[in-house]
Nanobody, 126 residues
């Protein structure tokens, strides 16, 4: 069972940038064959998918962040990034990384994912 931990959250002004990182412990090469993704949640609302990547490197992005966020992965313990540009106040949320042990398809629906981190808070002020 892999444990995930997010880092990189913080407070920025609108138009700013942040880079979130997800760390796996233990990291194993098998993660490269998983679906991996970023989700976010605000209090009182459902957790929503932000971006996912399949084992082939294919990506899916939510319409709300298309063109502003980029998901990427590496073959290392800090295996998953989310680079966020041009942040908006509506991007304020707790951000979570998640994996599921099949590598495709990788939907933006939270119920498909098996392991989750504890989250990192992103706050964007206007």
């Amino acid at each position: 069972q892999v444990q995930l931990a997010e880092s990189g959250g913080g407070s920025v002004e609108a138009g700013g940038s942040l880079r979130l990182v997800c760390t796996a412990s233990p990291y194993t090469e098998s993660i490269r064959s998983y679906c991996i993704g970023w989700f976010r949640q605000v209090p009182g609302k459902e957790r929503e998918g932000v971006a996912t990547m399949d084992q082939y490197g294919g990506t899916i992005y939510a319409d709300s962040i298309q063109g502003r966020f980029t998901i990427s992965k590496t073959a290392a313990k800090d295996f998953l990034d989310l680079q966020m540009y041009d942040l908006k106040p509506e991007d304020t949320a707790m951000y979570f990384c998640a994996v599921k042990s099949t590598g495709w398809p990788c939907p933006l629906t939270k119920d498909d994912y098996e392991e989750w981190g504890q989250g990192t808070q992103v706050t964007v002020s206007s």
